[in-house]
């Protein structure tokens, strides 16, 4: 069974012909057809069976309460659920292939934001503009949010729950080590110097965790320590004045030396940890035992203490304190977050679209999102849905504080060649975890050579 670690591999492939096709090289437009399918009054959900949601028994039981309730409102109306297990990029691999025809296409298709720049790009999403300008909750979402699923101007997907990163730390080491509580960090070398700290006084604690490297894949680091380059003087992915991607600048270079000096120090934690497929799951009960003092922790840790998975850890509520991650030296708004989630996506050859929006839109109503969002451990995309009681009381006091970061926060370009860059970085910060004699003009070199060999000289540039 797959557990809360959302390690999205883009080593997957979408299968367009009968030869797959790499994600990231080529754009698989015209693939999906555009017509045939189940039939106008049959509607087919494809969602993540074993991953997306806290437990693998959550995601049947939500998506088998939506269909009950959507025929029950919609009297001839079948609403068919096409379960898929396993990781991120085995979901990525189904829908792909269940995408080949129009008669296996899934109606609505849940879909990691990440991804839903490819596959729009290969022409499977209907653009949903006109549908979401009539929604009462669409003018509820930061624009951050509605960013991840846009593209050229037109919306191809709608957010069902997110994920923002801050610091976790454990309150009671800090206080045996003599470090303040509550803390707020106020640039990174506050954080340095506090796991420095923690490592003389309590050698028994792992001072920080932060994952990098390949084991989890693009989540893996957009979980961990991607958001350092979010937080950073200069944290462009892709220049979207010159469309080319970034394989140098001041940003990349503070992220990779902090992540340098987290090995160097030794403040880190085990390789083996960091390195696990499964490390953004394992991550929380990490936390809780053998015990880091300070973590690049996401939103869905809180409930996974206290509400959704075993171990439990009733104390982390009053163990536990959450600090904004801060910019590298206090710039700007003082701290900063990446932002991933799920989405919900309609097929573009869906032959009554009408009748998908309403499933679609059902989904989204206040009920129904706070389930899937209490159920997936996610931030609602919809502010005014992250102040209600039945979000907030559940893993309270973390939902709150996570909820409120949401806004401020960043995403990486979804868009085909997002996979390539992702690797680069993957590869950069893996090899400055593993080895603390790699510098950062090598983690430099490494983006360089593999963005360079994977899109040409032409598409990449150097900024300050």
Known sequence: MFTKSRPRTFRAKLACTATAITVGAVALAGCGGSSAGPGKNVLTIAYGSTFVFATAALAPQYYGNIAREFEAAHPGVTVKLIPIAGSPSDIVTKLSLL????????????????????????????????YVSQTSWWPGFPQVVKNETTFGGQVYAV?????????????????????????????????????????????????????????????????GVGNLLAASSNPTVFDAKTGKWVIDSTGLRQTFAFIHTLAADGLNAPVADLFNPNAPG????????????????????????????????????????IAPLPTVNGQGSGTSSLITGWDQAIYKGAQNPSLAWQLLDF????????????????????????????????????????????PYATEWPGTSNLPIWSEAFQQATGALEQNPSTSVSAAVQTMKTYISEGLGPSDVESQP
């Open 99 to 130: 995408y080949r025809s129009p008669s296996t296409a899934p109606t609505i298709a849940q879909i990691d934001s990440g991804d839903v720049g490819l596959f729009a790009e290969a022409g499977y999403f209907l653009p949903l503009n006109s």
């Open 282 to 321: 394992d991550s929380t009960t990490y936390m809780m035992n053998p015990g880091a003092a300070i973590a690049l922790a996401s939103n869905y840790w809180g409930a996974s203490w206290l509400e959704n998975q075993a171990p439990a850890w009733p104390k982390a509520a009053q163990d536990i304190g």
């Open 363 to 406: 989904m989204m109503q206040k009920k129904n999102l706070l389930a899937a969002d209490n159920d997936g451990e996610f931030i609602p995309p919809d502010t005014a849905y992250a102040k209600d009681p039945l979000y907030l009381n559940f893993g309270a006091p973390f939902q709150a504080e996570f909820a409120a970061l949401e």
């Open 159 to 223: 957010n069902q729950g997110e994920n923002v990163q801050a610091l976790a730390y454990n309150k009671v080491d800090f206080a045996k080590a003599g470090l303040p509580v509550p803390w707020h960090p106020r640039t990174w070398q506050d954080i340095i110097n506090a796991a420095l700290t923690i490592k003389k006084k309590l050698p028994g604690v792992t001072p920080v965790w932060a994952e990098g490297g390949t084991g989890a894949g693009t989540v893996g680091v957009e979980l």
